[in-house]
C-alpha cells in the first residue's frame, strides 16, 4: 500500500509525483482525498446549522420568559401570587396572563388555565396544537392536566415548585407513561429571575 487517506496535503503532493505513484493510484488517491475534505467541509456546515438552530431556540426561549416576567410582576403589583405565562403560536405571542384567583374569586385562575382558555377562544380550537407555553413557575397538577387536555406541544418552564411541581418536583404528570400526548420540557429558563419574584412577594407579607 502506497498511499493512505490520512496523509497529510503536504505528503500527497509528493506522492503525485509519478517517481512514487503510478498514475491509477494516484487518481484513486486524489478522489479519496477530495471526498475526505468534501465530508470535513459538509459535517462543519451541518454543526454550524444546528448550532444556530440551537441558539436561535434559546434566544426565542428566554425573550418570551421575560414576557412571561413581565404578567407575574404584574401579578405581584395586583396582589396575586406572582406567576405569569404566555402562549406562543406562530413564533408570537397569543395570549398571556398572570394568576387572576383572587382577582377573578376562582381557584382555577392559575396563569397557565388562563392563557389556555383565551387562547383557546381567540383559535376556536380546545386543541393547541403548534403551541409553546411558557410560565415562569413549574405547573401544579391542576394546569398540567390542563396542558394534556389541550394538547400543548411544548413546555418552558423557569424555576421548580418543590411544594407543588407536578413535572417533576412533586409529580410526573406529564411524563406518565400511560399517557399518550407526550409534551416536550425545557425548565430553567431565567430560573434565578423567576424564583426571585416569588422569594421576594412572600417575604414581604411574613
Ligand atoms: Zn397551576
Not at 380546545?126 to 415562569?136: D, G, I, K, P, Q
Request: charged share 20%.
Amino acid at each position: 500500500m502506497r498511499c493512505s487517506l490520512f496523509l497529510p496535503h503536504a505528503i500527497v503532493k509528493q506522492t503525485d509525483d509519478p517517481l512514487f505513484l503510478c498514475p491509477w493510484d494516484a487518481w484513486r488517491f486524489r478522489v479519496a482525498y477530495s471526498l475526505l475534505r468534501a465530508l470535513c467541509v459538509l459535517s462543519a456546515l451541518c454543526v454550524s446549522y444546528f448550532r444556530m438552530l440551537f441558539s436561535r431556540e434559546m434566544h426565542a426561549d428566554i425573550q418570551f420568559m421575560q414576557e412571561a416576567l413581565a404578567e407575574a410582576r404584574a401579578a405581584a403589583a395586583a396582589g396575586e401570587v406572582p406567576i405569569g405565562a404566555v402562549l406562543i403560536h406562530n413564533d408570537a405571542i397569543l395570549s398571556r396572563s398572570g394568576n387572576r384567583t383572587i382577582r377573578d374569586c376562582d381557584p382555577t385562575a392559575h396563569a397557565e388555565i388562563t392563557v389556555l382558555r383565551e387562547a383557546a377562544r381567540l383559535l376556536g380550537n380546545y386543541r393547541l396544537a403548534e403551541t409553546t407555553l411558557y410560565v415562569t413557575i413549574e405547573p401544579c397538577s391542576m394546569c398540567a392536566g390542563a396542558i394534556i387536555q389541550a394538547r400543548v406541544p411544548r413546555l418552558v418552564y423557569g424555576a421548580d415548585d418543590p411544594k407543588g411541581g407536578a413535572v417533576r418536583s412533586c409529580f410526573e404528570i406529564l411524563s406518565n407513561p400511560c399517557l399518550n400526548h407526550q409534551v416536550e420540557i425545557t425548565s430553567g429558563v431565567l430560573a434565578a429571575d423567576c424564583a426571585a419574584i416569588l422569594q421576594s412577594f412572600f417575604a414581604e407579607r411574613r
